[in-house]
């Protein structure tokens, strides 16, 4: 099975300052047809995950453009330009390259 | 507006075999691959299961296969989950998602507590 790995587990973030996810997969995820099926998806407390990136980079309708995705292969990047109040959360990336498709462990986000 | 809505859950006995199902709306449902995905009280998501469009591939999670049962009815927009041999540890808040690797629409979830 292909690995997620997320760091860091937690983050403390000022209202304002921004803030980075990391997420590496143990294989390259991109797919036969030239796609690379990464996602960021962000649970809020006591919500259903909500998709927020696809295709590694592009950014999910009605997602604030502060969010952005980047990374190519195995090494993903989801970042946050300024932090407000409501992306206090948690923040997974998923892989949908390979069977079975497989998430990270997730990332904390609480804000300062 | 797309619509998952999640139902079937609750508390169950060990070995118990519940269904899920899930209602969908507000988009060509046959056109889909469809998922579940589960979510362990405080735990991270763990993909349980997929479909494609018309019943004709499934894929499931090891940890699942053999137990739990996906399919789909495309005349009644519906897509179910039959939970077979229920564990404690497969205690969890069961997402209806639509998509095969994208996953863009998410149900509210239906919580499946395995407890004697």
């Known amino acids: 099975d292909v690995v997620m790995t997320q760091s860091p587990h937690s983050l403390t973030v000022t209202l304002g300052q921004p803030a980075s996810i990391s997420c590496r997969s143990s294989q390259s995820l991109v797919d036969s047809d030239g796609n690379t099926y990464l996602n960021w998806f962000q649970q809020r407390p006591g919500q259903s995950p909500r998709r927020l990136i696809y295709y590694g980079s592009k950014r999910d309708s009605g997602v604030p453009d502060r969010f952005s995705g980047s990374g190519s292969g195995t090494d993903f990047t989801l970042k946050i330009s300024r932090v407000e109040a409501e992306d206090l959360g948690f923040y997974y990336c998923?892989?949908?390259?390979?069977?079975?498709?497989?998430f990270g462990g997730g990332t904390k986000v609480e804000i300062k | 507006e797309v619509q998952l809505v999640e139902s079937g859950g609750g508390l169950v006995q060990p070995g118990g075999s519940p269904r899920l199902s899930c209602a969908a709306s507000?988009?060509?449902?046959?056109?889909?691959?469809m998922t579940w995905v589960r979510q362990a009280p405080g735990k991270g998501l763990e993909w349980v299961a997929n479909?494609?469009?018309?019943?004709?591939?499934?894929h499931y999670v090891d940890s699942v296969k053999g137990r739990f049962t996906i399919s789909r009815d495309n005349a009644n927009n519906s897509l179910y989950l039959q939970l077979n041999s229920l564990r404690t540890e497969d205690t969890a808040v069961y997402y209806c998602v639509r998509g095969r690797s994208g996953l863009d629409y998410w149900g509210q979830g239906i919580l499946v507590t395995v407890s004697s």
């Open positions: 998923m892989q949908g390259t390979h069977w079975p498709l497989t």
């Open positions: 479909i494609k469009q018309d019943g004709s591939e499934k």
């Open positions: 507000g988009f060509s449902f046959s056109s889909y691959w």
